[in-house]
């Protein structure tokens, strides 16, 4: 069994913000893979499905954001998913817009979400990292994340969701590589300019206290 978790803050307010991307991707990939409407259950919202022949779970943790591993520990203790089967979509300050990484185990990097997480979890679950861009600043980054997506962004956003949903059969079944491969052709990210940089003349860095409280 798999578990495919987005990660965002829950309530019309926060529904197009840059922090909701992972909410954004596993919509969509319940809806191409033709999940039943999502349950509200542990804390969240969840489907059952199918994905490459595998029964999957979709879940949005409706915790907020710094809060997403009681929800995501909860269902994946009942459903008894391993870390190793458990994958988490979720916005990413240093990577730029359009980006995507997939890892197995890892560090937080300032993410709350994450954070939350592997204080349930451990480290060893699968990261799928989705690109918004850094304000050039750490001061601005909260302003940055709970800002809804623009137009622009969109030219860039859907490929990007879209290619998700048609690639996810390579994740699940380990090719991480071949995933992120088929992504990058399908949608791939706009031209960026150089990193901004901060005060100090370094590559700016994400702020820890970036969710609503």
Do not use: C
Not at 104 to 126: E, Q, V, Y
């Amino acid at each position: 069994m798999l578990l495919l978790v987005g990660l965002g803050n829950p309530g019309r307010d926060y529904a197009g913000n840059r922090h909701n991307i992972g909410f954004m991707a596993l919509d969509h990939l319940a809806t191409a893979h033709g999940f039943p409407p999502f349950r509200e259950k542990f804390q969240g919202q969840l489907s059952e499905g199918e994905v490459a022949g595998e029964k999957a779970l979709a879940f949005k943790p409706m915790t907020y954001m710094n809060e997403s591993g009681r929800a995501v520990g909860e269902a994946a203790r009942f459903f008894k998913v391993p870390p190793d089967r458990i994958f988490v979509f979720y916005d990413e300050l240093d990577l730029a817009p359009g980006k995507l990484r997939v890892r197995l185990d890892g560090g937080a990097a300032g993410h709350k979400g994450i954070r939350s997480i592997a204080s349930h979890l451990g480290p060893d679950f699968w990261r799928i990292r989705l690109g918004i861009g850094h304000p050039g600043h750490r001061d601005k980054v909260t302003g940055h994340v709970l800002k809804d997506f623009t137009k622009v962004d969109k030219a860039w956003l859907d490929p990007l969701i879209d290619a998700i949903a048609e690639s996810l059969h390579l994740l699940v079944a380990g090719e991480d590589e071949g995933f992120m491969t088929k992504v990058a052709r399908l949608a791939p990210p706009p031209a960026q300019e150089s990193p901004a940089k901060d005060e100090e003349g370094g590559t700016p860095s994400r702020k820890a206290d970036q969710d609503p409280d």
